[in-house]
């Protein structure tokens, strides 16, 4: 069975900074489509960033475009999100989700099968 578990959420000042982890079993991350997305509540969830691991360039959502960077350890079979000079408005239930695939793999782009339970990011003025 496949579960993704996210780390390193988190309580921080505006301009902060959080590196969330998402640690991959009974799923490669490498060469697949690995990606962050982002729930208020009542809202609709929203894709962060998203990208193919085995080389695609990385989707990042406008909000979040030179603050919050992909990386990936295939090594340890570990995904990551680097998100810098955080704002309140980052707030969210971060979620890290996958899917077996080498195209397509932007947030709206494909149905996402793998999702991890979220981790809470509380960013405070």
């Known amino acids: 069975e496949v579960q993704l578990v996210e780390s390193g959420g988190g309580s921080v000042q505006a301009g902060g900074s959080l590196r969330l982890s998402c640690a991959a079993s009974e799923f490669t991350i490498s060469r697949n489509c690995m990606g962050w997305f982002r729930q208020v509540p009542g809202k609709a969830r929203e894709g962060v960033a998203t990208v193919y691991t085995g080389g695609g360039s990385p989707y990042y959502a406008d909000s979040v475009k030179g603050r919050f960077t992909l990386s990936q350890d295939n090594s340890k079979n570990m995904f990551y999100l680097l998100m810098n000079s955080l704002k309140p408005e980052d707030t969210a239930m971060y979620y890290c989700?996958?899917?077996?695939?080498?195209?397509?793999?932007?947030?709206?782009?494909?149905?996402?099968?793998?999702w991890g339970r979220g981790t809470q990011v509380t960013v405070s003025s």
């Open positions: 989700a996958a899917d077996r695939g080498s195209s397509r793999c932007g947030p709206q782009q494909r149905q996402w099968n793998f």
